[in-house]
């Protein structure tokens, strides 16, 4: 049973920046998919970015060229460093793992654990 544990949010000013960490037991990440979504309050939970087990990245239009989603095989950790941060963002951010590694699968049901979530508050 894999364990998803997120940490790394806060309250940041607009402009700011912050990076979250998800640390998986468990489970070795190194083929699997990872994720990231968030949820705003009232809103539906929506996909933030995906890194494959390849390595290959893929982002929501609301955050392309702001943050970044990486992982170290090492630590078992995926990372998203999020910058340019906008109230908008303000979410409650969760990390997912995809057992099916590859593509570009971003439906939350693709997704089969999920950490407990981080809040991330952006002031403006």
């Known amino acids: 049973q894999v364990q998803l544990v997120e940490s790394g949010g806060g309250l940041v000013q607009s402009g700011g920046s912050l990076r979250l960490s998800c640390a998986a037991s468990?489970?070795?990440?190194?083929?699997?998919?990872m994720g990231w979504f968030r949820q705003a309050p009232g809103k539906e939970r929506e996909f933030v970015a995906r890194?494959?087990?390849?390595?290959?990245?893929y982002y929501a239009d609301s955050v392309k060229g702001r943050f970044t989603i990486s992982r170290d095989s090492a630590k078992n950790t995926v990372y998203l460093q999020m910058n340019s941060l906008k109230p908008e963002d303000t979410a409650v951010y969760y990390c997912?793992?995809?057992?099916?590694?590859?593509?570009?699968?971003?439906?939350?049901?693709?997704?089969?654990?999920w950490g407990q979530g981080t809040q991330v508050t952006v002031s403006s």
């Open positions: 997912a793992l995809d057992h099916y590694g590859f593509g570009f699968r971003t439906r939350t049901s693709d997704f089969g654990s």
């Open positions: 468990g489970r070795t990440l190194s083929t699997d998919a």
């Open positions: 890194i494959s087990g390849g390595g290959t990245t």
